[in-house]
């Protein structure tokens, strides 16, 4: 569940559309666990009943909320994007992660405790290879490589709500590229520490309630391992993303503005529509441990 805007958002990056990805999200993160461990026939039932009721909490009760806040951001930034619009939209879609993380928590906790010393192994392994996957793109370039790759992925992700970009524009996220603190290393090192103490927690083996209140701190406070040096650059980076970003929004031009709001206007538009498509029944809870 935690990954749900995620994809969605890849999936309408890629074009492929924001109803093709969620009507997909059962799937996805069914081969994403499967990545992790492979869960033993208890587990499996238990995985899928919990994952369809947390599907349908989410497209019932949290859809509606995102297409009215992409809504309300639309009509803020047709006056003119502002420091405290993006940070207001910001503080939203926070409440959203931390929503899904609580309700998508029992399912974790009872499946993390639920595993096997041999499931542990390899979600320990598949854990360390997503961290290799992820920076291994980036440890051949050089600073100037990476930042020069950041500036076109920025603008690419741009381009895809706004249309195509002005040289001026362009110009300018080149520029602003040079402030990126290249973080990759920073990130993988606080992921180690973080999956080190995950898989420790799980090991240990005390009771299930000690388990739950360890689990729900370190869910919730991952930033204990971020580490001096990736939690500066998280916060450089975040000011460099609003910062740019609202420079890009303030010199849009009319035909930019209206693809722009026409984009998020449509992605709101798909996100009720799947709110109104929910199954008919209701999905029953399940239990795994605290039954």
């Not at 994809?7 to 996805?28: F, I, S």
């Not at 009215?68 to 939209?89: M, N, P, Q, S, Y």
């Not at 606080?190 to 009771?207: F, M, N, P, T």
Request: glycine share 2%.
């Amino acid at each position: 569940m935690r990954i749900i805007i995620v994809l969605v958002c890849a999936w309408t990056a890629t074009g492929c559309g924001v109803k093709l990805g969620y009507n997909n999200l059962d799937r996805l993160v069914r081969w994403s666990v499967d990545d992790y461990m492979a869960l033993d026939p208890l587990q499996e039932a238990y995985f899928r009943t919990q994952l369809d009721t947390l599907l349908y909490w989410h497209r019932t009760s949290e859809l509606p909320v995102y297409a009215r806040e992409i809504r309300k951001l639309d009509a803020a930034l047709a006056d003119g994007a502002t420091v405290e619009d993006l940070f207001v939209f910001r503080a939203e879609v926070e409440t959203w992660w931390q929503r899904i993380l609580e309700t998508s928590l029992p399912l974790s906790t009872q499946l993390m405790y639920s595993a096997t010393d041999a499931q542990l192994d390899r979600f320990a392994l598949q854990f360390e290879k997503d961290v290799v996957k992820y920076t291994k793109p980036y440890t051949k370039l050089s600073p100037a490589e990476r930042r020069q790759r950041w500036a076109r992925d920025f603008r690419d992700y741009f381009e895809y709500l706004t249309g195509n970009l002005s040289n001026e524009q362009k110009q300018l996220i080149e520029q602003r590229s040079a402030q990126l603190v290249i973080d990759e290393l920073s990130w993988a090192d606080y992921r180690r520490r973080y999956g080190a103490a995950l898989v420790a927690l799980v090991r240990q083996r005390d009771s299930f309630v000690e388990f739950s209140h360890a689990f729900r701190d370190m869910t919730f406070s991952r930033e204990r391992w971020y580490g001096e040096e990736y939690t500066a650059a998280l916060a450089a980076n975040q000011e460099l993303y609003r910062d740019i970003s609202i420079a890009i929004l303030n010199s849009l031009t009319p035909d930019q503005r209206r693809q722009l709001s026409k984009n998020l206007l449509n992605v709101a538009k798909d996100f009720d529509e799947l709110s109104r498509d929910a199954p008919a029944i209701v999905p029953a809870d399940s239990c795994l441990i605290s039954c």
